[in-house]
């Protein structure tokens, strides 16, 4: 075949312009690539290729499963299989972890999940504050102010409403929990641990610092330990006597102690004023420890109490001698303090302040200042009619602007305090007089004077007078 018949074959092969081509074909492009069409997605069950088929699952086995905390893979941000990460229950100890909350017990080490410590610095396990509390022996007993939900998680052995008290004695609310400015139930009120004590400054040459309660004991501290004894103080004392409760001047104290609950009721009603609530407005006292109506009738025959044991418990203890509060302090591991300590706990840079607050003594400031000549009554005062006069006798601490100048309460009134002075190898009875609810300031006893018939032995279980205890190393 010639040359023209080769042009003309290939012109016909052309497409170019071709009227077989209505819509004008194009050249391949050589640079263009094919894209493989995705695989279908499956349901979680089914067969699959990779996770990208799953529907939001993963491919495991060539079969789709849940991307979840229990599919038996460590995904989806996880520690450690099932477990850690975002999404994941928190992992068990010795499960992998990159930080403490992927762990059950709060606690990562070297990127394994450990078990609780009492020294790891995280409430975990069933501790109730942070390394203390809970059921472990080898966990430390929680200190004062830190949280509990038995008394066994304290180291004072009290948790009066889910927060370590100071002292054993302070284990129920009512006189444990109710010290400090306003009444129980008020709006505002401001109470805390009526166990709690607060350091002296005293300087060194005088014995140095010390703790001083900073409220008077109340009849609820003593109820508890009335209670824990089985009303045997005496017994507790001839078993747990403390080094001071030795010599002379202690000898007589064991005798004014009582070993049954008679004995304490017939001890507080005998000897002195306002200890004994008897049928008519004739015979009004104010004990501050309440008793039933059939226990008082048979052992001292008394009338019953018109005020509650709730609402007395929180009240000052009174009327009794004072190896009874001497053995109360010896309980929370004190005993009571001397005339210069209670001195002391008013005393600033050397000067004892002529009132626990400062130097100004009106009538309007005591009155401000502290439960005195009958300026306080809850929750009532009582009437001409009364017999039980316990609406008088003040709650620790609702005279929040006559505290010493450490915070200590009421060291200018509510009641006269008993105390202790040394005494050859231990100590004796020491007596000293503050102003009292029931007291106008008296000329023959100035604040701050110390009472002589304390030490004498003639331990008075006046309606007026309580004590304080101080804390020993």
Partial sequence: ?????????????????????????????????????????????????????????????????????????????????????????????????????????????????????????????DETDVDCGGAGAQTPRCAAGKLCSKHADCASDACPAGTCAESRSCRQPNGGTTCGAGEVGAAGAVHEDCCKSVSVPRPAASGGPFLLDKYLITAGRMRVFLEAVNYDVKGWVAAHRPAWWTGSGTSTWDAMLPSNKDELLSLSATGGSGCYVGTSAASRGAPAFWAPAADLARVIGGGPRTFTQAELDTKVMNCFRAPLFHALCAYDGGRLPSRAEWMAARTVNGTVQPYPWGSNGTNADRLARSSYNFDYAWPREPTAADADLGGYLPAPGRFPLGAGPYGHADLLGAVENMGSQPAGAGVTGDGWFQFSFQEAEQASHPYGQQSVSFGSGAYRNHWAVGARCVKLP
Avoid: H, Q, Y
Wanted: glycine share 14%; charged share 15%.
């Fill in 1 to 125: 075949m010639g040359v023209g018949g080769l042009f003309a074959v290939c012109v016909a092969c052309s497409t170019s312009g071709s009227s077989d081509d209505p819509g004008g074909g194009t050249t391949p492009d050589p640079t263009a690539t094919t894209t493989t069409p995705p695989p279908p997605v499956v349901p979680i069950g089914a067969a699959c290729v990779d996770d990208s088929t799953c529907n939001g699952g993963k491919c495991i086995d060539k079969k789709c499963v849940p991307a979840s905390a229990t599919n038996g893979v460590k995904d989806n941000g996880e520690t450690d299989v099932d477990c850690g990460g975002p999404a994941a229950p928190k992992c068990a100890d010795a499960k992998g972890c990159v930080a403490a909350t992927d762990c059950t017990n709060g606690v990562c080490t070297a990127s394994l999940c450990a078990a609780p410590s009492p020294t790891d610095l995280i409430k975990n396990g």
